[in-house]
Structure formats: structure tokens, C-alpha cells
């Protein structure tokens, strides 16, 4: 198959995704004012409590808005929770409600409990020709690839303009990562950074990942294409043997949003960055 490597141009908004992702994981005030001071003049922020077992007590996203653009980030967990939960109960699957296909349970009911919020808020804050994004780090990557599945499904007219997830796992068999493969060509952009434990559950083959993973090695260069299994298994040394020290815990320091922001900061050329927001 024919490969075509991530266009590094998209690198500075890839990371200011990242930025967002990571702000998910904030109180609603200090979402306000970091959207804000990018420029985001409309902000919505969601919380909405669980009623299954999930590794989050509750559904948290935002979604803000100006003239050009809509983003809508969804907030992660820890990945030990996530593990273990995924771990636990990794053979939930379920019909998908928007097509053919299966979809992991918990994802789809933690989905479900902040949907009417997100589809209310798109509608509200998209008001012109603005460009719609999802985002999301972990769990949050997971909600973000199925809120956009689930909206474009449902209507075609709503197909987001790109997905950028990081660390996100599996979720969902390989017919709807197909169809959503289809849906979603040159808009759906999965990162993953080096060993991070994460995208490697729920297990294959029941789970299927949708889109090419953009990857991260050991010394945080963004490789042009997905590594071989070998190339991945040397690559996760090299990571060990930098900082043996971290030998055990470096799937969970690969995990972090921090680590990916990094990654992405590292690759993208200054060129590129001079017109995005910045963090506060």
C-alpha cells in the first residue's frame, strides 16, 4: 500500500489541538479563559455524569468558536484507569446505533451522555462556513473519532474537516474502521508516541484502529510512515535503553499529552507557527 507521509505544514495546528486536548482536562473557568485568549469568542464546556461502569466518573468537552473555525476537544483519563477498565471489559461490543459495524460499549454510552451538548453546540457555533475539528488525548481521542463518526453518519452535510487524536485506543471492530476510513480519507489524523501502552488496547483482532498512525520513535522524530513490528520492538528499546531508569513506566510517560505536545513542537518547522494561538 502506497503511503502518504503527514504533511508537516499541519504540524503547528496539530499541536494546537494537542493544546486543547490538554485543555479538556481543566476546570470549566480556566477553559474560558484559555479559549478566549486564543481567540475563541463563543466557549461551551460539557460535564456530564456516567451511569456504567467507565474510568471517568463523568463526560467532560468543550467546544469553542469564532469566524473560521469550531473545535471540539474531549477530555482523557489516567491510562493505568484506563488499562485496567479496558482490560476488564474489552469484549463489550455493541451494534453501532449510526451504521453497520460494532463499537466498544463504554465508549459509545460515555459518548451518548454528552451527544445532544455537542450536536446543540455545532449547530450553535457553527454558523457560517467555519472548518469543524475534533480533538481529543486518550479516552478523550476515542470520543473524538466517534462524536465525528457518529455526526457525519447521522448527516453527511456535518463531516468535519479533520480529527487529531493522541494516544487514543481501539475502538471499534473492522467493518466501522472501515467505513469510517472511507468517511474520513485525508481528514482523520491518529497520533501515537512511541511505546505509550494506550493505542495498543483493546486488543486486535476484535478492535480495529481506524487511519494510518502518525508515529512517534524513542527520540521523538515523527517517522514518515508506520513502523514495521521489528522496527517498533527496537525502537521500544532504544526508548529503555535512554532512560533505564523509566524501564517499565515509559508506556505511561509516553502517554502523556505533554510528551505528544513535545513531539509535535519538535517537528514542526518555525515557518509554520507564526499565526497560531498560543497558551497562555
Given at each position: 500500500m502506497h503511503v502518504i507521509p503527514f504533511d508537516r505544514s499541519r504540524l503547528p495546528f496539530a499541536r494546537h489541538l494537542a493544546e486543547a486536548a490538554r485543555l479538556a482536562y481543566k476546570e470549566p473557568g480556566a477553559v474560558r479563559r484559555q479559549a478566549a485568549a486564543w481567540g475563541y469568542s463563543d466557549v461551551r464546556t460539557f460535564c456530564v455524569p456516567h451511569q456504567v461502569p467507565f474510568p471517568l466518573e463523568d463526560t467532560q468537552a468543550f467546544a469553542m468558536g469564532n469566524a473560521e473555525t469550531v473545535v471540539v476537544a474531549f477530555r482523557g483519563t489516567e491510562p493505568g484507569e484506563l488499562r485496567d477498565w479496558l482490560t476488564d471489559c474489552g469484549a463489550l461490543m455493541?451494534?453501532?446505533?449510526c451504521g453497520d459495524g460494532m463499537v466498544h460499549l463504554g465508549f459509545e454510552q460515555a459518548l451518548d451522555a454528552v451527544w445532544p451538548q455537542i450536536l446543540t453546540a455545532v449547530r450553535e457555533l457553527r454558523t457560517g462556513d467555519q472548518k469543524?475539528?475534533?480533538?481529543?488525548h486518550s479516552l478523550g481521542g476515542a470520543l473524538a473519532?466517534?462524536?465525528?463518526?457518529?455526526?457525519?453518519?447521522?448527516d453527511p452535510r456535518l463531516l468535519a474537516d479533520g480529527v487529531y487524536t493522541f494516544g487514543q485506543p481501539r475502538t471499534c471492530d473492522p467493518v466501522l474502521a472501515r467505513a469510517y476510513d472511507t468517511a474520513f480519507k485525508g481528514r482523520m489524523f491518529r497520533f501515537v508516541n512511541n511505546s505509550d501502552i494506550v493505542p495498543k488496547l483493546p486488543p486486535d483482532p476484535l478492535y480495529r484502529h481506524v487511519a494510518l498512525e502518525q508515529y512517534f520513535d524513542a527520540s521523538g522524530r515523527l517517522l514518515p510512515r508506520p513502523p514495521s513490528l521489528l522496527v517498533r520492538v527496537c525502537d521500544a528499546l532504544r526508548g529503555h535503553l535512554r532512560s533505564p531508569a523509566s524501564f517499565g513506566v515509559d508506556a505511561f510517560r509516553d502517554h502523556g499529552i505533554g510528551a505528544y505536545i513535545t513531539c509535535l513542537a519538535a517537528n514542526?518547522?518555525?515557518a509554520h507557527e507564526a499565526d497560531l494561538p498560543r497558551a497562555a
Open positions: 455493541v451494534p453501532y446505533s469543524l475539528w475534533f480533538t481529543g473519532m466517534l462524536a465525528a463518526a457518529r455526526m457525519y453518519f447521522a514542526a518547522e518555525p
